[in-house]
């Protein structure tokens, strides 16, 4: 069974940062990639960022220059930089493995971004 638990999130000024971590309970290089998602209240799941087991990455257009995504095999774990956070971007933050056979999620963490 994975896991993957996500965390790091809170309640931060506009401007701010923060990093979030995602950890699998399973060796992530075996993940074909990893993927952030997240969901503001009232509004779909949408993707957020998305890394495969080669390294390249994608970023939801709107997001691009203010978000980072990075893995540390090492670890078993994916991160999200945020930089220059907005108050739309509250939402709850969400893991996403993509297995061969399956996809996985986290149970979320939440970010509030206060103005």
């Known amino acids: 069974q994975v896991q993957l638990v996500e965390s790091g999130g809170g309640l931060v000024q506009a401007g701010g940062s923060l990093r979030l971590s995602c950890a699998a309970s399973v060796r992530i290089s075996s993940m074909n990639a990893m993927a952030w998602y997240r969901q503001a209240p009232g509004k779909q799941r949408g993707f957020v960022a998305r890394?495969?087991?080669?390294?390249?990455?994608t970023y939801a257009e709107s997001l691009k220059g203010r978000f980072t995504i990075s893995r540390d095999n090492t670890k078993n774990t994916v991160y999200l930089q945020m930089n220059s956070l907005k108050p739309e971007d509250t939402a709850v933050y969400y893991c996403?493995?993509?297995?061969?056979?399956?996809?996985?999620w986290g149970q979320g963490t939440q970010v509030t971004v206060s103005s």
């Open positions: 890394i495969t087991s080669g390294g390249p990455t």
């Open positions: 996403k493995g993509e297995a061969p056979y399956s996809d996985y």
